[in-house]
């Protein structure tokens, strides 16, 4: 079986002392794809150039809703748009909305959500999304953009309608170490169509059961896949597969291969701690 691992941060602090080994032990669990996210502009050319270093990895362009300050900065937004033009750049965000944390302005927050969105439609990408305890932005901008834009809404806890209204708008949603707890509300993920989810881990945040309350990895999202298995009554083999086949198409990686040599650790920086 082979995995995808479509949503971690690979450039986080949490990966700088044995970042090869942590690809090493991906690669001997069948994790065969790795998309990389990026949290804002500086992070997207570490990105983006591990993503150029090895073959599994690809990597994306945005800016976090925690790294929105009072407004995106327009030479930083610039620098997304120029990154997103990268052959490994699958993506533009992670974008969207943190009203849990507040960690910027909402209003700033929401309008470095639709630039993103702006910048997704306008380059053809689909845009990855975070959301928590902003459901009524996130509809607002999803029913907004239907039929402009197709994204991912990352870590998808809910609530049903969010899920139903994302179908109905050809988005994906993925799951994440949380599909493996005890509150995860499994009726989500059988509601979703099979061709229309995706697994992650969010590492190194995150790590499902049985490796709760370590720092997470690629390696584990086959723990994914089999909560999501046992959840929807399919094999594990089932889940791995569509699973992968929904990612590469999502991510449009069939369409856009390496283009490059790689360089190995060209222009890679670590990451602070994301909470």
Not at 111 to 124: G, I, K, Q
Not at 179 to 204: C, G, H, N, Q, W
Not at 210 to 216: D, L, T, V
């Amino acid at each position: 079986m082979r995995f995808a691992d479509s949503h971690c941060h690979l450039t986080d602090r949490a990966f700088g002392g044995d970042r090869a080994a942590v690809l090493a032990r991906a690669r001997e669990a069948g994790v065969r794809r790795i998309v990389t996210i990026a949290s804002d502009a500086a992070d997207s050319r570490a990105a983006l150039a591990l993503a150029r270093a090895r073959d599994e990895v690809w990597g994306t362009a945005g800016i976090h809703p925690h790294s929105v300050n009072g407004a995106p900065a327009a030479d930083d937004l610039g620098a997304v748009r120029d990154l997103a033009a990268h052959p490994r750049c699958a993506a533009i965000g992670e974008t969207g909305l943190d009203y849990h944390y507040d960690n910027a302005p909402r209003d700033a927050q929401r309008r470095s959500f639709a630039r993103h969105v702006e910048l997704a439609s306008e380059l053809d990408l689909p845009v990855v999304v975070h959301s928590r305890e902003a459901v009524a932005d996130t509809t607002a901008v999803i029913r907004e953009s239907a039929g402009r834009v197709t994204g991912v809404l990352h870590c998808f806890t809910g609530p049903p309608d969010l899920l139903e209204l994302a179908m109905d708008a050809g988005w994906h949603v993925s799951f994440t170490g949380i599909a493996t707890f005890k509150s995860f509300d499994s009726a989500l993920a059988r509601a979703v169509p099979r061709d229309r989810y995706m697994i992650e881990t969010d590492a190194p945040y995150l790590a499902p059961v049985p490796k709760r309350g370590r720092r997470n990895e690629p390696a584990f999202v086959p723990h994914v896949a089999a909560a999501l298995a046992r959840i929807r009554g399919e094999t594990l083999e089932r889940v791995a597969a569509d699973s992968w086949a929904n990612t590469l198409s999502f991510y449009g990686m069939k369409k856009r291969g390496r283009a490059e040599e790689p360089r190995p650790g060209e222009g890679l920086q670590e990451r602070g701690p994301r909470p």
